[in-house]
């Protein structure tokens, strides 16, 4: 019974394309897309590419019919999909092994030429072809197609193509796809009809705008075998083709990203599974790495960074700097436990734990040294220039904190940064918040990395009034935190899905943003 199997087992018959593009390569493609197991018995050889075809072979037809039974002998088809067959032989072969075998579901697309133009089955085959029609369940012929099946003139409106795909229906009892591909104007439309439904003759039309693309190679393979494997899991047309319809159509959008040739290109048969390609150890945060370049480029270019390396930051912009720090690491370690909270393995539970741990040591670190030698000036930069952005002057941690006090309030920054950070907690994803709190590892351990080196390698360092903070930069032990907090979030994008890796990469680059604009608040701000 069709409509049961859940991997089913599709056989294509038809030609190969060794372009990739259309017949049994397209087939194969578009039958695993859909969740089928593909199988091909290979009816003729084609030279061909984009542009076109240059060359056909024939194998003798005993040789197909050795492939059809060495594959129905042994394992159960659940659908077959039929393409090019060349010549009248070929055509009989395959009516002879219908007729053995009865498959539940045979989806007949009746190719006679190319996108190309060039032919793919000989002229005086077609009236072989018109003998098979009756033993498909589904025909699905382009609008030439449709007319010469029936002898008649190519439908130039929607109205005649569908009289003659009523007709055709009529005649040979299957269920017929007329597709308006082949049409004039903005839309796309494809209805499913047939004549010789029991409550009478029905015809179910699908929409479609136009994609405007050359990439039209294939379209109609592809469509086809995408059916037939559909209908073997749902036993019905027009919930079949829905899908069909809708996956062809995002195949189409994404063509273009495949580059293949100089004509007609390849539909992307797997773009709606390319976000979960299986990935190397390191591939996703390199990828991450990589998106987040210019912003880390226009870190470097910050004149915070060149005036701390030189030594001529103002003092109360490093002041502020440092009382944002200790801020944001406040509410940055109950993001990080929270990490800890959701962590999959205890490996990564103790990790993340130690580090709000150290989050919070380090802050208070901050206030007996740095920050008591640099007090926040007595007017509160955050506080006074700009209006309280937080309700009750709170930290981010939640305890109140004036300005008064010496601790500072949160700028806009800060609290932007950190309100992303806590959005991320709130997703409930491990794998989001660990992308959204690692550019805090990544980006400072480069970019103070890179101060120190330079720094180091100058003679004057000794009388550079921030050379011991830069001192602090050259720590192996946040480098070697750093590289796990990378190792990890790596390996929560492998296991992700398509949707909870885009926000991965989202909440990665919002939060690298935010480490460009925390360098750069002591300027805006101080
Ligand atoms: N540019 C396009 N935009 C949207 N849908 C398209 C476009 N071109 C073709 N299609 C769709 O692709 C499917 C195949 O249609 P088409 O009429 O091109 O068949 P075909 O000529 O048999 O295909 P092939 O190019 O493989 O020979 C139909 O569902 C049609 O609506
Ligand atoms: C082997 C083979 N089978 C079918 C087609 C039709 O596809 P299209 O019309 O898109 O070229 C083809 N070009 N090659």
């Given at each position: 019974m069709p409509g049961t199997a859940r991997v089913p087992r599709v056989l294509s018959i038809a030609g190969s394309d060794p372009s990739g593009g259309a017949g049994i390569q397209a087939d194969l493609k578009s039958i695993a897309a859909m969740g089928g197991y593909g199988m091909c018995a290979i009816t003729a050889l084609t030279a061909q590419n984009t542009r076109g075809v240059t060359a056909v072979h024939t194998p003798p037809p005993e040789f197909l019919a050795a492939q059809l039974e060495a594959v129905g002998s042994d394992i159960a088809v659940d659908a077959v999909k039929i393409g090019m067959l060349a010549d009248a032989e070929v055509i009989r072969t395959v009516a002879a092994w219908l007729d053995a075998t009865r498959p539940d579901?045979?989806?007949?697309?009746?190719?006679?030429?190319?996108?190309?133009?060039?032919?793919?089955?000989?002229?005086?085959?077609?009236?072989?072809?018109?003998?098979?029609?009756?033993?498909?369940?589904?025909?699905?012929p382009n609008l030439p197609e449709l007319a010469a099946l029936l002898g008649e003139p190519t439908a130039s409106t929607w109205a005649v193509a569908l009289d003659q795909g009523t007709r055709l229906s009529e005649r040979t009892g299957a269920t017929v796809l007329v597709k308006g591909g082949h049409l004039a104007g903005s839309s796309c439309p494809d209805a499913l009809v047939d004549a010789n439904h029991p409550e009478g003759p029905l015809i179910a039309e699908f929409g479609g705008e136009r994609i405007d693309t050359p990439n039209t190679h294939g379209t109609g393979c592809s469509l086809s075998s995408a059916l037939a494997t559909v209908q073997a899991r749902t036993g019905d047309w027009q919930r079949s083709l829905a899908v069909a319809k809708a996956w062809l159509r995002g195949a189409l959008e994404a063509s273009g990203e495949l580059e293949v040739g100089h004509g007609h290109g390849p539909v992307h048969h797997f773009h709606h599974a390319q976000a979960s390609v299986p990935l190397a150890e390191g591939e996703f945060t390199d990828s991450l790495w990589e998106d987040t370049a210019k912003v880390r480029a226009e870190i470097d270019a910050l004149p915070f960074i060149a005036e701390l390396d030189g030594g001529t930051l103002p003092e109360a912009h490093f002041a502020y700097y440092l009382t944002q720090d200790a801020l944001y690491l406040n509410g940055y370690s109950r993001v990080l436990a929270r990490a800890s909270a959701l962590a999959p393995s205890e490996e990564e539970q103790a990790f993340w734990a130690e580090g709000a741990r150290v989050c919070l040591a380090v802050e208070a670190?901050?206030?007996?040294?740095?920050?008591?030698?640099?007090?926040?000036?007595?007017?509160?930069?955050?506080?006074?220039?700009?209006?309280?952005?937080?309700?009750?002057?709170?930290?981010?941690?939640?305890?109140?904190?004036?300005?008064?006090?010496?601790?500072?309030?949160?700028?806009?920054?800060?609290?932007?940064?950190?309100?992303?950070?806590?959005?991320?907690?709130?997703?409930?994803?491990?794998?989001?918040?660990a992308a959204a709190a690692l550019p805090c590892y990544w980006i400072y351990a480069e970019v103070g990395s890179a101060l120190h080196a330079r720094h180091a390698g100058r003679p004057e360092s000794g009388k550079h009034p921030y050379a011991e903070w830069i001192g602090t930069y050259a720590d192996e032990a946040f480098a070697a935190s750093t590289r796990r907090a990378i190792a990890y979030t790596d390996a929560a994008g492998r296991r992700a899905s398509a949707p909870e890796r885009e926000a991965m990469r989202e909440a990665f680059m919002a939060s690298s943003v935010y480490e460009r604009e925390f360098f750069d608040a002591p300027r805006r701000y101080a």
């Open positions: 579901v045979v989806v007949l697309d009746p190719v006679m030429v190319a996108t190309s133009g060039d032919r793919l089955l000989a002229p005086d085959a077609e009236e072989a072809l018109r003998g098979l029609l009756t033993r498909a369940h589904l025909i699905t670190e901050l206030h007996r040294t740095w920050l008591s030698r640099h007090p926040v000036q007595a007017h509160d930069a955050a506080g006074q220039r700009l209006p309280d952005v937080s309700p009750s002057g709170a930290s981010r941690g939640g305890a109140p904190r004036s300005g008064a006090d010496g601790a500072g309030r949160p700028g806009p920054v800060t609290k932007a940064y950190v309100d992303h950070l806590l959005a991320a907690s709130a997703s409930g994803s491990y794998a989001v918040l």
